[in-house]
């Protein structure tokens, strides 16, 4: 099955700082690619995703781009603020199979410090 | 429009005792999930359902039971609780190409 690697597992960063978060997937055949965002005690929340057809995405202050080859697809978020302040997950998934399993990576507690 | 409702939100168990978690949708989603998450481990999906009336065995399925009797619901159980089934258990619904729509989580503690 697919096996999703996220790095940092901790990441602070200075208010106004870029935040970049990297994630590798292991089966070739993964065509999307959602990144969720989960702040203290809430439910994940979708903020951006990405399909095998783009190389990249962005809204606003975030962006996500994605290499086939190499298989990794990598969140940067420009200009921290202190509401950026959660733990971001990436996910793989193949879309069109029958089925649609999200495997997820242990996540990065990202920290904004004002 | 109450999107994804889990209950209860919080449960106590011993050792050995059984109990159900339900999910219910109203957003007429086709596809629903249930994961787990443990802190350091992510989410991992305990079984999941395309439609009413199946269900198929996620990452962690084990010491788990589930069922889509009615599209808008999925239900998880519990049949010997076990400590290492301690966990933050989420459930979320989707359509077959997009985004998932968690609940707010139930705790459970098993004693």
């Known amino acids: 099955g697919e096996n999703v690697e996220q790095h940092p597992s901790t990441l602070s960063v200075q208010e106004g700082d870029s935040a970049v978060i990297k994630c590798t997937y292991s089966?070739?055949?993964?065509?999307?690619f959602p990144w969720y965002k989960q702040e203290l005690g809430k439910r994940p929340q979708l903020i951006i995703d990405i399909r095998s057809n783009v190389g990249e995405k962005k809204d606003q202050r975030i962006a996500v781009t994605l290499n086939k080859t190499a298989k990794h697809f990598s969140l940067h978020i420009t200009e921290t603020q202190p509401e950026d302040s959660a733990v971001y997950f990436c996910a793989a998934s193949i879309l069109g199979a029958g089925s649609y399993q999200l495997t997820f990576g242990k996540g990065t507690k990202l920290s904004v410090i004002p | 429009n109450a999107g994804v409702t889990q209950t209860p939100k919080f449960r106590v168990l011993k050792t050995g005792q059984s109990m159900t978690l339900l999910c219910a949708q109203d957003m007429n989603h086709e596809y629903m999930y249930w994961y787990r998450q443990d802190p350091g481990m992510g989410l991992r999906l305990i079984h999941y359902s395309v439609g009413e009336g199946t269900t198929a065995k996620g990452e962690v399925p084990d010491g788990y039971n589930v069922s889509r009797l009615k599209k808008q619901n999925f239900l998880l159980g519990l049949e010997s609780a076990a400590p290492s089934q301690t966990s933050v258990y989420f459930c979320?619904?989707?359509?077959?190409?997009?985004?998932?729509?968690f609940g707010e989580g139930s705790r459970l503690t098993v004693l």
């Open positions: 979320a619904s989707s359509y077959p190409t997009g985004e998932l729509f």
């Open positions: 089966d070739s055949a993964s065509n999307y």
